[in-house]
């Protein structure tokens, strides 16, 4: 199976930066997307960012010019660098991936989610 590691979260004042990383381990054959989604209390899980193995990537509107994904192949471990933070970006960031992973001589798609990390920007 595929499991994702977050680490990088914590309090950052308004304006602030941080980076999120997102480790993948496991039995893996080839990663297809890796991305990041928020979940604030009282709303539903919302897509933050994505980028796909070929190094596309698409933003959530509220966070365009603000934050930038990466992810570096040969790790699989993808990134992301939150830059003027505002304390509506306060959530749990989830790492999603997914792609295919092996089994004895075959292979299987696999889609996983990290356990999340708090973010709390304070204004």
């Known amino acids: 199976q595929v499991h994702l590691v977050e680490s990088g979260g914590g309090l950052v004042q308004a304006g602030g930066s941080l980076r999120l990383s997102c480790a993948a381990s496991g039995t893996i054959f080839s990663i297809n997307t890796m991305g990041w989604y928020r979940h604030c209390p009282g709303k539903q899980r919302e897509l933050v960012a994505v980028?796909?193995?070929?190094?596309?990537?698409i933003y959530a509107d509220s966070v365009k010019g603000r934050f930038t994904i990466s992810r570096d192949n040969a790790k699989n471990t993808v990134y992301l660098q939150m830059n003027s933070l505002k304390p509506e970006d306060t959530a749990v960031y989830y790492c999603?991936?997914?792609?295919?992973?092996?089994?004895?001589?075959?292979?299987?798609?696999?889609?996983?989610w990290g356990q999340g990390t708090q973010v709390t920007v304070s204004s």
């Open positions: 980028i796909t193995s070929g190094g596309s990537t």
């Open positions: 999603h991936s997914n792609g295919r992973y092996f089994v004895g001589a075959s292979d299987r798609p696999y889609d996983a």
